[in-house]
Nanobody, 120 residues
């Protein structure tokens, strides 16, 4: 079955950096568009960035220039390098495969997520 395991979160001061990892199994990772979502307390889960099968990245405006998404198909793993972190980046971060048109998560099962907390 599909398994998505996120890791790498933590507590960091504003301006700091973190690198998140998403280990995927149970589906063919290399042929899937992959994405990172985040959910802040009391808010809905929103897409932050996604990466195509050709390594083409896409970002929401709020993280452009600060976050970098990447993937390693040999390891079935996706990454999110987060620099210049802001308190508003505080959230639980999740990964999933992505369906396009419309853009939506592919799988109903989510991992446990990884908590990112940015202090001011």
């Amino acid at each position: 079955q599909v398994q998505l395991v996120e890791s790498g979160g933590g507590l960091v001061q504003a301006g700091g950096s973190l690198r998140l990892s998403c280990a995927a199994s149970g589906f063919i990772f290399s042929v899937n568009i992959m994405g990172w979502y985040r959910q802040a307390p009391g808010k809905q889960r929103d897409l932050v960035a996604f990466i195509s099968t050709l390594d083409e990245p896409n970002y929401v405006d709020s993280v452009k220039g600060r976050f970098t998404i990447s993937r390693d198909n040999a390891k079935n793993t996706m990454y999110l390098q987060m620099n210049s972190l802001k308190p508003e980046d505080t959230a639980v971060y999740y990964c999933n495969a992505i369906n396009i048109d419309p853009i939506r998560p592919r799988y109903d099962s989510w991992g446990q997520g990884t908590q990112v907390t940015v202090s001011s």
